[in-house]
Nanobody
Framework: QVQLVESGGGLVQPGGSLTLSCAAS????????MGWYRQAPGKERELVAI???????NYADSVKGRFTISRDNAKSTVYLQMNSLKPEDTAVYYC??????????????WGQGTQVTVSS
């Protein structure tokens, strides 16, 4: 069983910053891609940022220049540094990972979600 545990969400004023983290644990042999998605009320879940095992990154246009994704392979953890936050960034943020189990089976997994609210 693989678990993804997120932390770091909360309430922040417009222009503020937050850092999300997501740690993977369990019978993981290798973690491939890791990333963050978000879902605002009444909207579909959307990609925010993703980082590959070789540290290649991709961002949604709406967050480029404001958000930075990074990972610590030794800790099986992915981070999302969010700066210059806007009210439209308000959403539940979900961690995502693409991994290979020790059995050789490849799977994808999601965190439980963490609320980010940007409001004055």
């Amino acid at each position: 069983q693989v678990q993804l545990v997120e932390s770091g969400g909360g309430l922040v004023q417009p222009g503020g910053s937050l850092t999300l983290s997501c740690a993977a644990s369990g019978s993981i042999f290798r973690i491939n891609g890791m990333g963050w998605y978000r879902q605002a009320p009444g909207k579909e879940r959307e990609l925010v940022a993703i980082i590959t095992s070789v540290l290649s990154t991709n961002y949604a246009d709406s967050v480029k220049g404001r958000f930075t994704i990074s990972r610590d392979n030794a800790k099986s953890t992915v981070y999302l540094q969010m700066n210059s936050l806007k009210p439209e960034d308000t959403a539940v943020y979900y961690c995502y990972t693409d991994y290979v189990l020790r059995s050789g089976v490849r799977r994808t997994g999601w965190g439980q979600g963490t609320q980010v609210t940007v409001s004055s």
